[in-house]
């Protein structure tokens, strides 16, 4: 599943750049460097085998999106129980974009995360990375997130080890991006914008077109050049998170396949599901 094996290859390279490249933000050129937690060199995201029958496939759809109504304050999250489970609630305000409210709040198990699941919507526990912390305790989660009808549409990891070092990946074009003030305002030891981006650019090592969501930190850089492991953000205390959906020429043969999706029910529901994670700690 293209989802949970480019995780691992993201938490791997996350931690396999620690100590051989200054900590850098994802941003690329310009941008403030910033290390959150000691840096490792391995990492184990099991999450490739710890998935339900999901493929890496997404259904089509064609109706188009319809916003939520803005809300006139952000609402108190409700308390963790421990197990993760989602509950209805209305959408946290980000933005100008905010989650239908259909949709219903998930909680991490360990209650330090919470996002708006698209009505139907699943969460199935990954193992977290094993990489060790250096004495910097960090709460590990991961889920991989499935629609109605069990296909995985994206992987969240909360409390991953990593000190967020950087190599260039040039030649992203941009499809839909929007700055987060709320959980920019949650980013732990530097002062720079969060923004969700969804862009489309070409494997180096395949050569094959990679369509992916994900956090970026910093401004969007206007030339299309950013830094890998995509998506790290040092969200409050306790590591790294890294939130994606990643899709190939399967779901998209074309860029113009990718941007008529941009006017459907089900990418407002994924948008909308990036757009509202809030850090509970």
């Given at each position: 599943?293209?989802?949970?094996?480019?995780?691992?290859?993201?938490?791997?390279?996350?931690?396999?750049?620690?100590?051989?490249?200054?900590?850098?933000?994802?941003?690329?050129?310009?941008?403030?460097?910033?290390?959150?937690?000691?840096?490792?060199?391995?990492?184990?995201?099991?999450?490739?085998?710890?998935?339900?029958?999901?493929?890496?496939?997404?259904?089509?759809?064609?109706?188009?999106?319809?916003?939520?109504?803005?809300?006139?304050?952000?609402?108190?999250?409700?308390?963790?129980?421990?197990t993760?489970?989602?509950?209805?609630?209305?959408?946290?305000?980000?933005?100008?974009?905010?989650?239908?409210?259909?949709?219903?709040?998930?909680?991490?198990?360990?209650?330090?995360?919470?996002?708006?699941?698209?009505?139907?919507?699943?969460?199935?526990?990954?193992?977290?990375?094993?990489?060790?912390?250096?004495?910097?305790?960090?709460?590990?989660?991961?889920?991989?997130?499935?629609?109605?009808?069990?296909?995985?549409?994206?992987?969240?990891?909360?409390?991953?080890?990593?000190?967020?070092?950087?190599?260039?990946?040039?030649?992203?074009?941009?499809?839909?991006?929007?700055?987060?003030?709320?959980?920019?305002?949650?980013?732990?030891?530097v002062?720079?914008?969060?923004?969700?981006?969804?862009?489309?650019?070409?494997?180096p090592?395949?050569?094959?077109?990679?369509?992916?969501a994900?956090?970026?930190?910093?401004?969007?850089?206007?030339?299309?050049?950013?830094?890998?492991?995509?998506?790290?953000?040092?969200?409050g205390?306790?590591?790294?998170?890294?939130?994606?959906?990643?899709?190939?020429?399967?779901?998209?043969?074309?860029?113009?396949?990718?941007?008529?999706?941009?006017?459907?029910?089900?990418?407002?529901?994924?948008?909308?599901?990036?757009?509202s994670?809030?850090?509970?700690?």
């Amino acid at each position: 599943m293209k989802n949970t094996s480019l995780l691992t290859l993201a938490l791997a390279a996350a931690l396999g750049l620690a100590g051989c490249a200054a900590p850098a933000t994802e941003a690329g050129p310009g941008t403030t460097a910033t290390a959150t937690t000691p840096s490792a060199t391995a990492t184990t995201s099991s999450a490739t085998s710890s998935t339900s029958s999901a493929t890496s496939t997404t259904p089509s759809a064609a109706s188009s999106a319809s916003p939520g109504p803005s809300a006139s304050s952000s609402p108190t999250l409700p308390a963790d129980d421990g197990t993760g489970a989602a509950s209805a609630t209305a959408a946290p305000e980000v933005g100008p974009s905010l989650a239908d409210p259909s949709s219903s709040l998930f909680t991490t198990s360990d209650g330090l995360y919470s996002f708006m699941l698209p009505a139907g919507w699943t969460t199935t526990p990954l193992e977290p990375s094993t990489a060790p912390d250096y004495g910097v305790p960090l709460s590990r989660t991961a889920y991989s997130i499935l629609d109605g009808e069990g296909r995985e549409m994206a992987v969240f990891a909360g409390g991953v080890p990593g000190d967020g070092a950087a190599l260039p990946s040039p030649g992203h074009v941009p499809l839909d991006a929007e700055e987060l003030p709320a959980l920019s305002a949650q980013v732990d030891k530097v002062e720079l914008p969060v923004s969700y981006v969804f862009d489309h650019y070409q494997d180096p090592v395949t050569g094959e077109r990679v369509y992916l969501a994900r956090y970026h930190l910093g401004p969007v850089p206007e030339d299309g050049l950013y830094g890998v492991p995509l998506g790290l953000l040092p969200l409050g205390e306790n590591g790294l998170v890294v939130f994606t959906a990643t899709f190939g020429t399967d779901r998209f043969p074309t860029p113009a396949d990718a941007e008529a999706w941009l006017g459907t029910e089900e990418y407002a529901g994924l948008r909308g599901m990036f757009t509202s994670l809030t850090y509970n700690g």
